[in-house]
């Protein structure tokens, strides 16, 4: 997968492209990048790249000339034969919510570009010619579009098949669990020593009896995700009939449920 970001402070990105688990899978030719400076487009002497909004207002407003210029280099937009470009991502506290499930969906193609805004943000123009995807990482509004940039980048690159491990992706919070499920949240995870501060790892996760762990952090995750996220639980999120089930059982039980570490293996 190639994935092209256009910013105007395109050093603030490097780092990230250049180190850990992507530079690994740079090096190993599952993923590219390209970094591109959207001033490099602009034609003015003093190389600007913003002016003031249409009908007032405070701020300031990406200009459309250096910001079309540089997704049209960066094969966004119909191409000369008339098929779309790449898939163009406008990163905007105004677009639809990203999520894992779109992470999955971006992490399919072959090529990504990714627009950070500054300011006000761009031009509609320039959105309505370019961008395929505008895309919120979360309802606040930052001052810049680079660090939601890379928050999209990291989610969807980990997806790219071959860049991690497909068991450490497995049972992560969101994996999807049934047909289009949304999944839940993960359980709590322990490590070495079993005994830390007067605290012990519950015990079913040192008796290596699978069937027992495996239910104990089925319930584990549903008691967080009912503390945490209940709206993953609509019935609209297509949990597998035996985990709905559980979750009835443990709504009965109350909602500060915790999952029993005693006897994780009881029946119903
Ligand atoms: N005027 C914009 C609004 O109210 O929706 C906010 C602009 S913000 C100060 C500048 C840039 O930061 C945006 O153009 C966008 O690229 C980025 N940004 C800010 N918050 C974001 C969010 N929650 N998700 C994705 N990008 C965001």
């Known amino acids: 997968m190639k994935i092209t970001v256009l910013s105007l402070f395109p050093e603030i990105l490097r780092g990230f492209f250049e180190s850990s688990i992507m530079a690994k899978a740079v090096e190993r030719g599952l993923m590219s990048y390209e970094l591109v400076d959207i001033r490099g487009y602009a034609t003015d002497k003093h190389r600007k790249c913003d002016d003031e909004v249409f009908g007032g207002g405070a701020g300031m407003l990406m200009l459309p000339g250096p910001a079309g210029a540089a997704l049209e280099a960066a094969g966004s937009g119909r191409r000369p034969d008339g098929s779309p470009g790449a898939r163009t ?20 193609e072959e090529e990504l570009v990714l627009f950070c805004g500054r300011y006000e943000g761009l031009d509609q123009r320039i959105i309505e010619k370019y961008v395929t995807d505008e895309i919120s990482i979360g309802d606040y509004v930052l001052s810049s579009g680079e660090v939601a940039a890379l928050v999209l980048v990291d989610a969807i690159y980990r997806l790219v098949p071959g860049v991690i491990k497909g068991e450490s992706l497995a049972e992560e919070s969101f994996s999807p669990m049934g047909e289009g499920g949304a999944g839940l949240l993960e359980y709590p995870q322990y490590t070495r020593p079993a005994e830390y501060a007067t605290m012990r790892v519950p015990e079913v996760l040192t008796s290596g009896h699978h069937a027992n762990i495996a239910r104990w952090r089925l319930e584990a995750s549903l008691a967080k995700t009912i503390a945490y996220r209940p709206e993953l639980l609509a019935p609209a999120a297509g949990l597998p009939e035996e985990v709905r089930r559980l979750l009835r059982k443990l709504c009965a039980e109350g909602s500060s449920y915790e999952p029993d570490t005693e006897d994780p293996g009881r029946a119903d």
């Open 89 to 108: 991502v406008f990163v905007t506290p105004s677009g639809r919510l990203f999520n894992q499930a779109y992470a999955a969906e971006l992490a399919r």
